[in-house]
């Protein structure tokens, strides 16, 4: 009888500890995955601020390459992008959460008090003239790419504005893959009282 409630208790003092290696092990796996998740999510935040850093450095350098005759439509338009940056990818998209290529377009314009027709990349082409060769790569052109299937907005000469497929709107660097596929550019026609002195 001694015998038998000395195993019994060993049999449950087993299981105790089977259980509490369980949930022992169950609780570091846990912790384990929320860590992970955990620095995803910082990294996924350092990209992003990594992401508005750069916008607003090129929107900032062009602000102060120009200030004292900059015009209040370039404020407009750099605060317009501001307000975009972020949002999401939708083919079709107009705003105000999110946007495609042609659609972030037309809206940030729009909000500088610029409108025109809504229309896709190529047929944006198509309806405004092109850029001198000075104002290539001046705030506000119309860069346009891949066979005229993609558009955005220039920031200066190191990068443009644009609705991405992968990561929304964004901030990109004029970098090989970029410049290799450019098409041309365009430049919105501007309202002429618009300049600051």
Known sequence: MLLTKKLLLAVVGLCCLGVSAQSSAQTVFDSARRQQNEQTEARMMALELL???LATTAAVGV???TAPGFLRFEDMIAAAIDDRLGAAYRWGGTGPSDFDCSGFVWSTFRSAGIDFERLSARSLWQRFMPASPDEEFKFGTLVFFSR???VG???DEQGFYHASRHHGVVYSPFNDYWLSRIDGFRRVPLPT???AD
Request: a positive charge.
């Open 153 to 155: 907005i220039v920031a």
């Open 51 to 53: 992401n508005r850093s």
């Open 193 to 195: 009282a618009s300049t």
């Open 148 to 150: 005229l299937a993609h």
């Open 63 to 65: 602000r102060n390459r």
